[in-house]
């Protein structure tokens, strides 16, 4: 841990000059003005008010920790309605005309995340009161639905309104049949940390069933989610994988990587988020669920390092058994390597990484030569 004036130069330099945060938000959380060459995806997140949406969204993307969610509100247009001075749908697009505001611009909050150079998310997170969902599938049909990438639909696991709740699911996925029928649906089942430990693989199971049902002729992916532990990260990198242009190219460089250096395992996290992107195992591990920890316990330890005025670099964790390596490997992303040959030195295991850099570099611009690390 240290801190690093070229660390945070390369990250001025990838992230680009800064837009105003959503409302709600800290100042430095989300939005990036785009440059022309960004390839965008429309990821529209949606579920009724309450279900969380906005907790995930900043927890994931604005380097929020899960107590400190507390204290978000819900939505722009969700807080208006809990402050009732709107009593119709109709006053309230009346109040927000006297204030000379458009309404097209306050139930839907707009963010634009940075992946991997040219890809950039362009994630619609959508406010979930009745009213404003009404309006999702009328007035504002096809300027939501149309070129969506991924829908993301969270369920709230305790809700009372799960005929509603399907209701509107069913409804969604009309829109996207008619507006974007390539987009990939994924349904989160969220708040299972509310559910009794030996109850929730049953409870999950039965969601899952009745949701991948009434998506037909769609299909979905569905998961199960909490704040409190390391499902949320589970789920959000399997959406983000979805969605990287290259990504088969990248595993191979990956797979050919680690097979170089003798590594039994490489992965490859995105910068910001520590989402793992794509990793590479030579031997079985016995815990399934390792990605989603090491990337909420790095992440932690980063906005610990921050709040100290720190900068995260890089991180060597060694015993007889093993040793790991964490370390920034491209503008965009970290790298993670564990070796078990004890007769490997560390330096080595560094030159390695830092030889690699430049040719991952490339891979990760969408427009760039597809090249292949050669095993020598």
């Not at 409302?23 to 429309?42: D, F, R």
């Not at 009794?196 to 969601?207: C, S």
Request: overall charge negative; some cysteine.
């Amino acid at each position: 841990m240290e801190d690093s004036d070229s660390e945070k130069k390369m990250e001025k330099e990838n992230l680009g000059p800064r837009m105003d945060p959503p409302m709600g938000e800290p100042e430095g959380s989300l939005g990036w003005v785009l440059p022309n060459t960004a390839m965008k995806k429309k990821v529209l997140l949606m579920g009724k008010s309450g279900s969380g949406k906005t907790s995930m969204r900043s927890i994931i993307f604005a380097n929020y920790i899960a107590r400190d969610t507390r204290r978000l509100g819900a939505t722009i247009l969700d807080r208006l309605h809990s402050l009732q001075i709107n009593s119709t749908f109709h006053s309230t697009l009346a109040l927000l005309n006297s204030m000379g505001l458009c309404f097209a611009y306050f139930d839907v909050e707009h963010s634009h995340v940075r992946f991997l150079g040219n890809l950039v998310l362009n994630l619609w997170d959508c406010g979930g009161q009745d009213t404003f969902m009404e309006n999702y599938f009328t007035s504002q049909r096809d300027n939501i639905f149309r070129n969506v990438e991924v829908l993301i639909y969270v369920f709230d696991v305790e809700s009372r309104e799960l005929e509603k709740d399907m209701h509107y699911y069913q409804s969604c996925l009309e829109a996207i049949l008619q507006n974007s029928p390539d987009a990939k649906i994924f349904c989160l089942v969220h708040k299972m940390d509310l559910v009794q430990e030996d109850q929730r693989d049953l409870i999950f199971k039965e969601r899952e069933e009745d949701l991948r049902r009434l998506s037909r002729p769609l299909e979905c992916s569905c998961f199960r989610t909490s704040i409190w532990d390391e499902t949320l990260y589970k789920a959000w990198s399997s959406i983000v994988y979805q969605l990287i242009p290259n990504v088969q190219q990248l595993e191979m460089n990956l797979r050919n990587f680690a097979e170089i250096i003798e590594a039994d395992e490489v992965l490859l996290f995105e910068r910001a988020t520590f989402l793992v992107i794509s990793h590479y195992q030579c031997k079985e591990q016995r815990d399934a669920h390792r990605f989603e920890k090491i990337s909420n316990i790095i992440k932690q330890f980063k906005l610990s390092c921050s709040k100290l005025a720190a900068s995260f670099q890089s991180m060597e964790v060694r015993n007889s058994n093993f040793a790991a390596f964490i370390d920034i490997f491209t503008s965009n992303t970290y790298v993670m390597v564990v070796m078990s040959d004890p007769s490997i030195p560390s330096a080595a295991t560094l030159i390695n990484i830092r030889n690699a850099r430049k040719h991952f570099e490339k891979l990760e611009r969408v427009d760039g030569p597809k090249q292949c690390l050669l095993m020598h």
